[in-house]
């Protein structure tokens, strides 16, 4: 079998350019228009205008829409190779599909410019607007306008598809130099924070343009320096890791110890030379990846569908209130944060135990909507009149003090310090999921998640196993909730939406569900990048398309990535089991060969008995 | 002496359908006993009465002298019954030591802070639980150890993974094993390597074996007595040879012999 695998499959052919595919061009040409128009309807180009990427050729908003083609372009000539049939080698006639697909994308955007010149819809359709007009058009006429987008699309089409056909090394050339400009100039404001720290003004005051974004010559000196680092890097990265994988007993051992000093002198040293904004950012990454932990914990190890997180969030955030602020309405012990936490510990699990002892019981969809429930039934509960004496109703509770070590005070004032708190309580929470994970108890966590009913017949009581899920969950959202209150001084209903249980679920989902390393990644890229439920993130201008980018990205997730950004090995192989099993085929059949080999001559010539 | 495991008038219903009427079956220690019967006799609903995943409407089971209806799958498991699945089902994205490990769970004790503080007591349970595993794994030779303990049990081939769920079951350390359809599915060769693995199980392990098997040269050479189930009924009971001429039983499986023509 593999003898004619390995003969047919390196057969390919060159096929001839008029040779396309036209019905697949249509459809994805079309999907290109599609997506552009949807784009700079719903104001994308025009409210990311300000943000400049580099300085005076790109900005966020022309990003928005150029990144579309370029993608399809990409997308549209790609071939899946079945193995054993002769494939296309990639050619011109790829260049062609790209080009064609990216053209009729121009030509949709054309459409529209000349609808939004002589039509005036602009009443259901707030972004038909000149201002598009004028952005799309370079301010230079309907006729310049409409061919430059032709051309652009058509050329990013180009670009995307000639992926397929340049060499691997130019490849990664083009891609590090590409994705290196497109962070360096999204992360300036991070950059030029810590340049700040470090008194490395000058560098950036050479690299950025003083309206933002990077200079056109910087921007190519960057690309140039990416591009050599790759040529340089190429490739270790990924066998220093395979390597690392690979290292076993002692030797990986010392090798985590030296990645975890790493880490953790970088996450407490860094801190001092950001600044405030920096730095409250990385408190809010903090909370919602404290939020996230335990989420996972309850999702990705136990697999219950939590949809009304934010209660235990909620839960915390309250008790530390009404335990430390003065103008607690009702009852003001004024404790000290310390002492509340613990107290916030105990209410937090009773909490979990309250309301997941009835939830509990049931499967699936049925949990997810009974969750999201008692999600709403908390945060309403907090809101009411009946409970406004003791929690103060809409007004929430105010005045609550930071939190007091004797020799320093965490206030929100000093993002640094709340930061440096929510570091603490991150790696407890790193602590704790890692050690259950690997323990008996997430063992049954795995066996529940996998199936519920032979989980219970091999002797795990499987309604107390998730109960003690639901409580380390509900334990470390209030850890977040608390800090939160400590944070920012007050607590109101209001802040514990059912937004934010949503907006953790998809941090838990887009960096890898079970997956301690996904969960940091994702509320990084979710929360540090696009923003939390109200805290901004680096790139601010999403603040008002925020929610349609998670919707986005989620659906996108589910579909093509279902293991998330960074997979747990073994979810990428459930997702990915037909592959998985090939490997596994392929790798399995000398272990296979020996293990025969070893049989027939236990069992001798004669075969039949088995050997006793 | 008092069985080992003694039913009495079983009956389970599922809406109007009787799936067992008036069952009474006993096991003593140390014996094999397999179940028998044609398609929808009721044998694995019969198998999961016992083990608390239907509730019988009448009758009751006595375990060890002591009833154990009415109590749910986990604590029959800790009594020590443990069973197979007629359709295979494994933990498919744990790996093959992890699903052993986890069948541990009601023979272990340690819960959240042995494994945050990584007590001593936590550490040496682990050990214990990885040897038994092995251990228990080793019982197939060396078709699910070495490279394969780290493999996700879906990646398995069908033997195998027939071979880990009998494992999983011993692995819960129990008294009375109840196997559903331990060989199908496998070829004659496999059929008869796990033949002589269930008569081990008895000999080596000391497990007392229920077993519902369709493939009658394995009930011949490993069951000490054999019960034949029809429409929820036992019709026969008897070693296997006196089953096998039983013309009720030939009537069940065949149905009636025709007239014969002259």
Redesign the interface.
Known sequence: MSATMTSTSAATYRPRVSDQDWRRIATWGGLCALFLILVSLIGMPVGLDRRILIHPVLSLGYLSLLWIPLVLGYVVSKHVVLEGMAAPEPGARDLVTGLVTGAIGGVGLAVLLLGIDNFNIRDPLVNWSPQLLSLLTYERGLGFGAVACIAICAFLGLVGSSIHVVPATVRRVMSFAAYGLLLFSVLESAISDLSEGFRLEWLTDIMFAKRGGLTLISSVVLALLLGALSVVFGGRVKSATTRYRELEGLERQRASTILFVVVAALCIVLPLFLGTIMNELLANVGLFLLLALGLNIVVGLAGILDLGYVAFFAVGGYTTAVLTSADSPFFAPELHFGITLVIVVVIAGITGLVIGAPVIRMRGDYLAIVTLGFGEIIRLLFMSDWLKPYFGGAQGITNVPGVDLGFATIKGTDPRSVFYLVLVFCALAIYISWRLQVSRLGRAWMAIREDEQVAEAMGINTVNTKLLAFVVGAILASFSGAILVAKVGSVFPNSFMILVSIIILVVVIVGGMGNILGVIVGSFVLIGVLGGPRQPGLLQEFQTFKLLIYGALLVFMMLKRPEGLVPSARRSQELHQEEFLQDVWLKGEDHEAEEASEHAAETGPGGDEPPT | MSHLLEIRNLKITFGGLDALSGLDFHVDEGEIVSVIGPNGAGKTTFFNAI?G?VEPADGDIIFEGDSIRGL???QV??LGI??T?QNV??????TVL?NI???Q????S???F???L?TRA?KR??EE?RARAENVLGFFG??LIG?RLE??A??LSYANRRRLEIA??MA?QPRLLLLDEPVAGMNP?ET??LT?LIGKLRTEWGFTIVMIEHDMRVVRDVSDRVVVLDHGIPIAHGSYDEVSTNPDVIEAYLGRPAERHA
Not at chain 2, 89 to 94: A, D, E, S, V, Y
Not at chain 2, 105 to 108: E, I
């Open positions: 083990t995943m749910e799958p986990h498991t800790g443990a069973r699945f089902r494994l933990f498919p994205n744990m992890e490990m986890v069948a769970h009601c023979r272990t340690q819960l959240v042995g494994a945050l990584q936590f349970e682990e639980i060396s078709r490279y493999q996700p879906f990646v999983r079951a819960t060769m008869a390597e002589q």
